[in-house]
């Protein structure tokens, strides 16, 4: 009985530490309204800096004010800066690559 009782108590406490984790890549920490925002912030810093110069898709480089106010509303929340990472790549992945000729 006393093996079980043993065996019994790590097994309780690798379950609620399991229970209490949240499930990867789930970003709860930041608001729905948040990642909003942080996607759009990853759809226009990807397209600026993957497409050419002159593609009608390419955003302007955005204002360094604009880019210090989201350097800092990430900071309040460092969870922020991986989900930004993240959009960013996403977004790099589904952007059509330039033509051969462009490449140097």
Known sequence: MRIYTIATIPLMIALIT??????????SAIPDNRKIELQEWAGILARHWVLQP???LRPE????????SLIQ????????????????ADTIAVLEPPSPACQQ
């Open 18 to 27: 399991l229970m209490s984790c949240d499930k990867p890549d789930s970003y």
């Open 54 to 56: 002159g593609d009608s």
């Open 61 to 68: 480089k955005p204002e360094d004010s604009e880019l210090l």
């Open 73 to 88: 509303s990430c900071e309040s929340n460092p969870e922020a800066w991986a989900y930004l990472y993240s959009c960013i």
